[in-house]
Each structure stands twice: as structure tokens, then as C-alpha cells.
């Protein structure tokens, strides 16, 4: 277990190695970081550290968080995190969080959310056939039976329906840190991570 970092993406661009090979990588803007809070298991069961990112004004927080910030001396941050640490004696209240905590070639797992897609049908929901195009078939994209008759006379949960696609959750594992920019706190990511430009993410160390 081990340190992470909030920050935004910037969007995805295409550098050149020595070979002259073009590698796809997105920038990620991150940090700085302040620490917030230590939890340990002697007071809180499980040993962490929360971090906050992003100043705000004090109107667009609201009194519990501020409240909570105001108490170990820091400022409004739109954002709080908690990362399970092993040795959270290692680190300290207010203490700044920025990329030296990663290096060129080092693993990472990026954490966002993905683009929403709105309401989306089967076909490209679940991957679902379509019916016949032609001899009359009013059949193309509908979904088709999605039950049993009087027995059980309901629709299991669960069933694969047209619905709202995308905005959830996603974790992109292994990606590898290309080149880090520390006077513009810029991460270069090889590949794609959650989210269109300007989405918060999360980065911490590959599990595996």
C-alpha cells in the first residue's frame, strides 16, 4: 500500500522515443496535495492518510468539511481522498503531496470516471444482435421477449436492458509513467485513463 495523488486530465497527445516510435500518452495535471489527515489503527482501526486538492472559496464548501479543514489549520479543498498507507508515521498534517513521489517508468493504476454516454439501446449497451433489415420485419433494434409467461410473471433483476451507459466509476491498472514534468506538475501516461479533459483522477502505485 502506498501513497497516491488527485489531479485532472489535461487530454491526450503523442510523443517520440529514441527509436522515432510515436507513443499515445495523456497529460495529467496533479497536485499539489496537502495531507489532511493521518488515521491509524490505533484510532481509527485501519492506517491512511486523506488527502484534499483544489482550493475553493469558503461559500462552495459546506460547514462540516470546512470545519473539518479549519481545525488542522488549512484552507477550503474541493476534493478529500484516503489512501491506505503501510507506515503512516512516514508522513505528516499539511504536509504537500507533488509528483516526486512517482518516477519515469514506474506503474501506476488510474482511477475516474468515464464519459457518460446517456441513454443507450441494447446494440451497443450489451452488444446485442439486431433483427432483420428486410422482408417486412418491424423488428431492427427492439429488445425482443424480456420474460417468462404467468410463471414467475415478472422481470428477473438484472436483465440486460437499453439504459443510461457510462459516468461510472473505472480503473485503467499498469499504466506506465512516460515522463513527468515537475515544474509544471504535469504527468505523461502511456495510453488512455477515465474521463473527457478536465475530469478529476486519481493515481497511485500498480497493485500488480
Same mark, same amino acid.
Given at each position: +500500500? $502506498?501513497? #497516491? ?6 487530454g491526450? /497527445? ?7 516510435d ?6 495529467i495535471?496533479v497536485g499539489?496535495?496537502? =495531507? %489532511?489527515q =493521518?488515521? /491509524?489503527?490505533?484510532?481509527?482501526? *485501519? ?5 484534499g *486538492? $483544489? ?8 460547514r462540516?468539511?470546512l470545519?473539518?479543514?479549519v481545525?488542522?489549520g488549512?484552507?477550503p479543498?474541493? *476534493?478529500?481522498?484516503? *489512501?491506505?498507507?503501510? $507506515?503512516?508515521d @512516514?508522513?505528516s498534517?499539511? &504536509?504537500v503531496?507533488? /509528483?516526486?513521489?512517482f518516477?519515469?517508468? &514506474?506503474?501506476?493504476d ?5 464519459i #457518460?454516454? !446517456?441513454?443507450? !439501446?441494447?446494440?451497443?449497451r450489451?452488444?446485442?444482435s439486431r #433483427?432483420? +433489415?428486410?422482408h ?6 427492439a ?6 409467461? %404467468? %410463471?414467475?410473471?415478472?422481470?428477473y433483476?438484472?436483465?440486460? +436492458?437499453? !439504459?443510461?451507459?457510462?459516468?461510472q466509476?473505472v /480503473? ?8 513527468? @514534468?515537475a515544474?509544471?506538475?504535469i504527468?505523461?501516461?502511456? !495510453?488512455?485513463?477515465? #474521463? ?8 497511485? $502505485?500498480?497493485?500488480?
Amino acid at each position: +500500500m $502506498s501513497l #497516491g495523488i488527485l489531479g485532472n486530465k489535461v487530454g491526450m /497527445t503523442r510523443i517520440f522515443d529514441d527509436n522515432g516510435d510515436a507513443i499515445p500518452v495523456t497529460a495529467i495535471r496533479v497536485g499539489p496535495c496537502v =495531507i %489532511t489527515q =493521518i488515521k /491509524t489503527e490505533a484510532t481509527d482501526g *485501519y492506517n491512511a492518510v486523506q488527502l484534499g *486538492y $483544489s482550493e475553493i472559496s469558503l461559500k462552495a464548501i459546506n460547514r462540516p468539511e470546512l470545519g473539518h479543514l479549519v481545525k488542522v489549520g488549512l484552507p477550503p479543498l474541493k *476534493y478529500l481522498q484516503e *489512501y491506505k498507507v503501510s $507506515s503512516p508515521d @512516514e508522513f505528516s498534517i499539511a &504536509q504537500v503531496i507533488n /509528483t516526486d513521489i512517482f518516477q519515469e517508468g &514506474q506503474k501506476v493504476d488510474v482511477t475516474g470516471k468515464s464519459i #457518460g454516454k !446517456g441513454f443507450i !439501446g441494447l446494440q451497443k449497451r450489451h452488444n446485442f444482435s439486431r #433483427g432483420p +433489415m428486410t422482408h417486412g420485419s418491424k423488428n431492427h433494434r427492439a429488445p425482443g421477449s424480456i420474460g417468462m409467461g %404467468t %410463471t414467475p410473471g415478472r422481470v428477473y433483476r438484472g436483465k440486460k +436492458m437499453a !439504459g443510461h451507459m457510462g459516468n461510472q466509476k473505472v /480503473t485503467v491498472t499498469n499504466l506506465e509513467i512516460i515522463r513527468i @514534468e515537475a515544474d509544471k506538475n504535469i504527468l505523461l501516461v502511456k !495510453g488512455a485513463v477515465p #474521463g473527457k479533459p478536465g475530469n478529476l483522477v486519481s493515481l497511485r $502505485s500498480a497493485l500488480n
